[in-house]
Nanobody
Framework: QVQLVESGGGLVQAGGSLRLSCAAS????????MGWFRQAPGKQREFVSA????????DYADSVKGRFTISRDNAKNTVALQMNSLKPEDTAVYYC????????????????WGQGTQVTVSS
């Protein structure tokens, strides 16, 4: 089992940047594929980005491609999401997720989830 704690959310103006971080504890972090998801009010949770165990492969939703960057530090048991050029439609609770199964970054099937961190982008 792995425990996940997100941080770094907040209020930012459109066009600004935020960096989310997710700290993992428990089992060997490098065994886990990691992902970021978000859920806006009244909407279903959606995939944002994912990264392979080594960090060598990444995947992004079309809506964030070119603006967001996912990275991980297996020595520090952390995964980060750098968010640039933020838009009001990026407003959501952002969740970190982990799963031990899979070959590379994936968009579904995550077993472990954090509590989420709120990101609000004002226009």
């Amino acid at each position: 089992q792995v425990q996940l704690v997100e941080s770094g959310g907040g209020l930012v103006q459109a066009g600004g940047s935020l960096r989310l971080s997710c700290a993992a504890s428990g089992r060997t972090f490098s065994n886990y594929i990691m992902g970021w998801f978000r859920q806006a009010p009244g909407k279903q949770r959606e995939f944002v980005s994912a990264i392979s165990r080594s960090g060598g492969s990444t995947d992004y939703a079309d809506s964030v491609k070119g603006r967001f960057t996912i990275s991980r530090d297996n020595a520090k048991n952390t995964v980060a999401l750098q968010m640039n050029s933020l838009k009001p439609e990026d407003t959501a609770v952002y969740y970190c997720a982990a799963d031990v199964y899979g070959i590379g970054p994936k968009r579904t099937g995550y077993r472990y989830w954090g509590q989420g961190t709120q990101v609000t982008v004002s226009s």
